[in-house]
């Protein structure tokens, strides 16, 4: 027998609107933070520091759409909609992975430019050389 509450909805269904609702918070609040960050980066051109910046908001913006298919999901009892498409459902498996190792990569190289900072304060860094760090496989 599946467990309803008082208004005879089943319990899991109503996990499954909250967890729709939490996917939908999470790409309402962390979108608009995150364009509003990377716009905000992108102004101060100078600075090492704002170039990893740059890098790190676009790819959390990008990880930030990510849980739309799921609440869409959630809100059509788990249906598979495009994740019925295996295409589409390893294409987004694999891109929602590289973009948080690709995230926390940008946070790494930033702790390392300021930790060289730290340890040589009169030497500046170069953005071409981090641009070569960036791009090298």
């Known amino acids: 027998m599946v467990e309803t509450n008082s ?7 109503e996990i499954d609107i909250l967890y729709g609702i939490l996917c939908f918070i999470i790409v309402a609040i962390g979108v608009p933070g995150n364009v509003y960050a990377f716009h905000y980066y992108f102004e101060k051109k100078r ?4 170039f990893i910046y740059r890098f790190i908001t676009f790819s959390d913006i990008i990880i930030c759409l990510c849980p739309i298919p799921i609440g869409v999901s959630y809100f059509n009892n788990r249906h598979a909609m495009l994740f019925a498409d295996t295409i589409f459902c390893n294409m987004w ?8 190792l690709v995230s926390v990569f940008y946070v790494a190289l930033l702790s ?12 500046k860094i170069c953005v071409r050389n981090l641009k070569i760090v960036i791009a090298r496989p």
């Open 47 to 50: 600075e090492v520091s704002s």
């Open 112 to 123: 390392v430019c300021r930790a060289y900072v730290l340890c040589f304060p009169f030497k």
């Open 93 to 100: 498996m694999v891109s929602y992975k590289i973009l948080s």
């Open 7 to 13: 208004t005879n909805i089943p319990v899991e269904r």
